[in-house]
């Protein structure tokens, strides 16, 4: 799991940061409950990124729109984002109660609003934030360990004495009912269709965990693969990468994938492979479906003009 957490929320949530000094953190309850009734807008922007900057991805989905709740389950939006568990979530959550947040501006329009939000976030990449989640991470942490680095973090919050990156965000709003949430709008996000096809009478069983996934342009996300050798003797395979149509090609990058090794599995054997892969933000809008095809090949009928570029 990647350690610097926030690399990825930052270009999600600031169109422009720069390191500051650390201001006086505004505290709030570090599990807020999704904005209803008479509460303003800005509290589903405001849950919503302590739940992204945490990587508390179940607790971001709560403050989503309802629109885009239909079109994506909380299981299918936790599973495909790269989410902390366990004590570096708990952790994480509490230095999502140091973010300051203050509304530049709130336009609401009947059952819509914007939203421009000034933010001021521990800066995850400096040397300290960033050996804090490190040591959160390791396996062999101790119960003293991990009450050692919640103290830590309460100190930061209590001195005010941490580097932060700030910037502002704009975000768009729906209302149903009473409760606003972030429109993530799922319903432009593009069509990503997972193929899976085992060639030359290769004896695995293989196919996606899930055949279809909403993908947000910009957005990083991962699903897996499952591959079972169904045959008596020890295979070894190698999967082709495809993307369709091949115009799509160039707006998705891989990041990582078990394309790029080949997989020896005894008879019996059953494995989950992992996707990691991200649409990029300039896709064209006449792109809003597209297919990831992988082909298992015996290791030797697998040609080299089909290892992936890069």
Known sequence: MPRRHLCACLALLLAACAPAPAPAPERAAPHPAAATGTAPAAEAIRGYIRGLYARDYATAYRFLAAADQRLKSEAEYVEENLGFAGFPLELSRRLADLIRFRERQVEIEGDRATVTVHLTLPDASAPLIERLLDEAEKPD???????????????????????????????????????????????????????????????????????????????????????????????????????????????????QCFCFLQQTLAPGEEVSLPLIFRVEFDVPEKIRALTLRYEFYPLERFRPEWEPKG
């Open 141 to 255: 942490l101790t119960a003293e360990g991990k009450a050692r680095l919640l103290r830590e973090v309460a100190a930061l919050g209590a001195s005010a004495q941490f580097p932060v990156v700030i910037g502002e965000e704009r975000f768009s709003l729906l209302r149903e009912g009473e409760r606003w949430g972030v429109l993530l709008n799922f319903a432009e996000a593009v069509a990503v269709r997972l193929e899976a096809a085992v060639m030359e009478e290769l004896p695995f069983a293989f196919a996606p965990s899930r055949p279809l996934m909403r993908v947000p342009p910009g957005e990083t996300v991962q699903t897996t693969f499952r591959v079972k050798n169904v045959g008596k003797e020890t295979v070894t395979g190698k999967a082709r990468h495809l993307t369709l149509p091949a115009e799509a090609a160039k707006f998705l990058t891989v990041v």
